[in-house]
């Protein structure tokens, strides 16, 4: 599986942005698709996930900020980002994985590159 995040940029506090995640290869392997980030001397963290039947988690830090989608479709995740925070600034990642133990594809684990948010005036 391939990932290619788009997206990010630099944006004042309390700004917006859509970041978007190709994915392309052999999708079907895959169960849940997620976001994380990683800020400079920070461990990197799940922001939100979504699973193959649209079940969604996220971060207690960015509940109601922000939101996890997909296209089927097109096989694009995207995250939709509001009201942003200056510790929300770090690179985000697209990730995709097999969480299923019973299925032949566990432990397959893909990451994008990171694509950059920065949050500041």
């Known amino acids: 599986v391939q990932l290619q995040a788009s997206g990010g940029g630099l944006v004042q506090p309390g700004g917006t942005l859509s970041l978007s995640c190709a994915a392309s290869g052999s999708i079907f392997s895959i169960n849940v698709m997620a976001w994380y980030r990683q800020a400079p001397g920070k461990q990197r963290e799940l922001v939100a996930s979504i699973t193959k039947d649209g079940i969604t988690n996220y971060a207690d830090s960015v509940k109601g900020r922000f939101t996890i989608s997909r296209d089927v479709a097109s096989n694009t995740l995207y995250l939709q980002v509001s009201s942003l925070r200056r510790e929300d600034t770090a690179v985000y990642y697209c990730?995709?994985?097999?969480?299923?133990?019973?299925?032949?594809?566990?432990?397959?684990?893909?990451w994008g590159q990171g694509t950059q948010v920065t949050v500041s005036s």
């Open positions: 990730n995709a994985r097999n969480t299923l133990p019973e299925s032949i594809w566990y432990g397959r684990d893909f």
